[in-house]
């Protein structure tokens, strides 16, 4: 199974009237998520289902990815939320084998900690920023994974628009 990681968009800032639940993504963050979409769809690395934790900026981010992913919308899963432990993640995973690839949309330091967990590394090893998404290969039965890649925001320009440069 292959897990792909999307951290929620650039959201309000914490303070706001309505706790940190109810920040939504500033317009930035729309574009971010609709970005990871388009990328993952122009890439072929599309996942199956999309599961996301239910804070508003990470319903918000998985709407807007699976509209511009042209996939159905997000199912939302409590155990999501801030504060997800890795071994639950991965209990609660073990109801959606039948699908080869699925993206978790949550939160920092959830998603860093879970690498972690999986690839038995230091906790501080990753950083998982804003809009970013990363992707987990599991070795089932174990809880064994392997990291296979980590793609900023900044990197996720369309295809079309890249241009070698004269080092390429």
């Known amino acids: 199974m292959e897990i792909l990681l999307l951290r929620h968009a ?4 914490h303070g706001l009237p309505g ?3 109810e920040r939504a993504l500033i317009p930035k963050g729309l574009e971010q998520a609709r970005r990871a979409g388009t990328y993952l769809r122009m890439a072929g690395l599309l996942p199956e289902i999309i599961l996301t934790s239910p804070l508003l900026r990470a319903k918000q981010t998985a709407e807007a990815f699976s509209e511009s992913a042209h996939l159905p919308g997000p199912v939302v899963q409590s155990w999501l939320s801030i504060g997800m432990h890795p071994d639950i993640a991965l209990r609660e995973l073990a109801a ?3 699908f080869k690839r699925v993206c978790l949309v949550g939160h920092e ?4 900690s879970l690498i972690a967990w999986v690839t038995n590394g230091e906790g ?3 950083e998982i920023r ?6 987990i290969e599991l ?9 296979r890649f980590v793609i900023p925001q900044r990197m996720m320009q369309p295809v079309a628009a890249y241009q070698p440069s004269q080092e390429d």
């Open 10 to 13: 650039k959201a309000e800032p």
């Open 109 to 112: 330091p959830d998603f860093s």
């Open 124 to 126: 501080g090893a990753v």
């Open 139 to 147: 070795k089932p039965p174990s809880r064994a994974g392997i990291l």
């Open 19 to 21: 706790g940190d639940s």
């Open 130 to 135: 804003k809009g970013s998404l990363s992707l």
């Open 96 to 98: 959606f084998t039948e």
